[in-house]
């Protein structure tokens, strides 16, 4: 069901997110926020062999910033870590079928907490 | 699914008695006002001027005091700016309370621009705004005191009978927009020293489309709006006859029922107030008790506006929220995405603001519906904290005793 500016994908991922929750010693966190616009995302990431193989969010936000960081999780299993770094704000607007202008920030949430948590990945694993 | 309307403040569903009176003047009677010789321009102006006789009781003011406007932006623009423009050069200086519309607050930029002082006053935690402040504030130069009846995102009601009395002392003209307000709780002019009040009839079951500024005999305005000479020379352009007719015949039905419809109301919004108020860590906004009927606002900790907003929609019920995420959805960019500036003046953190709910109830309302919004919504808030970041720090430190 689409509903007021948003997609039905984006409600679908509003209402029934996908992998909500933590992971006990994840092996990248990575947490993004925009106090200002009252969005907030955690971001943990299991990687095994160089290869995400599981993933959790937690959101304080908006339709778009929970259906984003939804997404986000479902688009981001089973890609490398390169793969995963190639992961932009349009990639993840585009699958949930487009954002409304003023909401696009929420994509770029996501793609700055992929960063974030293979960064803090690549400061716990050095050399990997 | 249920279709609950929870958002009155925002517009009110028309009342089926003022279609029917609008009806004759969009089909039948299609003259202008002003060609009033002949038998349609007569009707009209016949009803133009019952209307207006009609929206004038309902604020205890004379008919020839009452202008039609295209709603309650116009009106506020025309307070301002002609009560500022009426004042002559000298007298400049314009005062406003910090939780105006921003039909009042906009309407000073061209003023400012021109160099024109402006003071804001600051309201308290409840909102109101502090009768000694505003006599502190004008000066010899003072043109305009403009200060709300009622405030539409957290329902206060502002002390404005005592804010007369300072600027009637002072010789200061006093611009009122009762938009909320009117049509739901007591507005007289004779008790009230205003000499303008902004009135919307759709947000007291009238079309949309049409307002009024009530111009108090004497006080001088510049008009805004520059043509012929309808609504005595304040406001040029035929006159929106069906519009007006149903201003008229609203402020009717509201001066014969608002008592009643308050009655009702108090008593539903306080089923919801009591009914919501065990959520943990929800605060409600506005005056606890000098507030609108049926009117209640609140924000929650850890659970953002819209996606309540979103979640309460699911369930059928339309509220409104002061979120910086959902009230300006049709923006430009980001730089739209700003926090409520009411919320803002009551002191409610801007990260925090996002989480902000206005049920505003409406006659047509029922104990039925308030039973659905009072049993959705902790399971609404719920689920949003459950993926909260921000939540699950709070419940880490509250579990260490933090």
Redesign the interface.
Known sequence: MAAGPYSAKVMDHFMNPRNVGEIEGADGIGEVGNPACGDMMRLYLKIEDGRVVDARFRTFGCGAAIASSSMLTEMIKGKTVEEAREITNHSVAEALDGLPAVKIHCSVMAEQAVKSALDDYGKKHPGQ | MAKVFFDHISTTPLDPRVLSAMMPYLTEWYGNPSSHIHEQGQASLRAVDRARGEVAALIGARPQEVVFTSGATESNNLAVLGAVDGSGPAKRHVIVSEVEHFSVMNALIPLRNAGGPVTVLPVDRDGLVDPAAVRKAIRPDTALVSVMHANSEIGTIEPVEEVGKVTREHGVTFHVDATASAGHIPFDVREIPADLVTLSAHNFYGPKGVGALYIREGAKIGARTFGGFQEMGYRAGTENVPGIVGMGTAAAIASAEAGAWAGHLNRLGRMLWDGIAGIPLLHFTGHPSNRLPGHVSFWVE??????LL??L??RGIMAASG????S???????E??V?SPVLRAIGVP??????SITFSLGKGNTEEEVRLAVSSLPEIVER?R???????DYQKQTAQGG
């Open positions: 850890h659970a953002e506006g819209e996606s979103l979640f929609n699911i979120s910086a995420c959902s300006n959805l049709r923006g430009h960019d980001e739209d995405l926090a801007s990260d925090i603001c996002t989480g949003l459950a993926m909260s970041p921000t939540y699950l």
